[in-house]
């Protein structure tokens, strides 16, 4: 047998004694700590992130390596349909600003620029809508608000209250939305009163001018939204609270901040400005 195999006889009995390569035991560590990691983001890790998450722990692997085990082992990342909503309501006779941010998505500090965008969510009780601000210092969502119903009090004013909780403003802040009705109307134009807050708002039509706030709502739908089917509006904002709170700022490693999580990245800044 081993003639025609042509494999030598003590390749046979080493094989016979260890049936399993030192290289195979190791590939078979690797695809454990591989799901390990996937089913702890909820299957919503690609190989980077996966990467990233095992070297941080100690473990000493390529992205290519982790690419090429989940392709053999069929473990990937959950991805659903494209991602398109249309929550706009820019046909209003209020006052809109310019857009002074200007594709500008850098900030050196927290509470230096903030985006804010809303989007909507079915379940089988209705819509519920979800407001976000997120600071792009961090990429944090500092304020959100879920409503079922459009009024600015429920949606843009709610999370912004949030927000200036969670994050006081200490230096001039510039904030971009769309020209939503919920952020052009008096009811959110009164929030902003005495503060110091220059207003920047997208072009007509242009969402690539709010291109941060919608990618955070496009990241959310495909990585929980888009794979559950609500039956309840509570069922809904728990799933999103989780999402928010439990997982996006404080475990998801974000591709912008070298793939560090949005709660790591706060963390560095203030250490750096502490040490300035």
């Not at 035991?25 to 983001?41: F, G, N």
């Not at 928010?244 to 400005?273: D, M, V, W």
Request: charged content about 25%; proline content about 3%.
């Amino acid at each position: 047998m081993c003639s025609v195999l042509k494999v030598s006889v003590s390749g046979y009995y080493y094989w016979l004694k260890h049936p399993v390569s030192l290289r195979e035991q190791k590939e078979q560590e690797l695809v454990e700590q591989i799901k390990q990691v996937h089913e702890q983001s909820k299957c919503r890790y690609g190989s980077p992130r996966i990467a990233v998450e095992l070297r941080e722990q100690g473990i000493q692997v390529s992205r290519p390596r982790v690419a090429r085990v989940m392709q053999k082992h069929h473990i990937q990342s959950i991805v659903r349909k494209k991602y398109r909503v249309q929550t706009t309501d820019s046909g209003h006779a209020c006052t809109v600003a310019e857009n002074h941010l200007a594709r500008d998505f850098y900030a050196a500090r927290p509470a230096e620029k903030w985006v804010s965008d809303l989007t909507y969510i079915r379940t089988g009780e209705g819509w519920l809508y979800l407001t976000v601000v997120l600071d792009l210092a961090d990429r944090k969502v500092v304020g959100w608000a879920l409503s079922e119903a459009m009024d600015a009090e429920v949606t843009t004013v709610a999370a912004w209250q949030m927000a200036v909780r969670n994050r006081p403003l200490f230096h001039s802040l510039l904030f971009h939305s769309d020209r939503g009705v919920q952020y052009a109307c008096s009811a959110f134009q009164e929030q902003l009163e005495g503060m110091p807050v220059l207003r920047s708002m997208s072009r007509r039509g242009n969402c690539w001018d709010n291109a941060v706030a919608e990618s955070f709502f496009k990241t959310m739908k495909t990585e929980m939204v888009y794979h559950h089917k609500f039956a309840t509006i509570a069922e809904a904002k728990l799933a999103v609270f989780e999402y928010i709170e439990s997982f996006y700022n404080r475990k998801r490693r974000h591709s912008a901040l070298g793939y560090l999580t949005p709660c790591q990245y706060e963390n560095q800044l203030y250490s750096q400005a502490v040490a300035a």
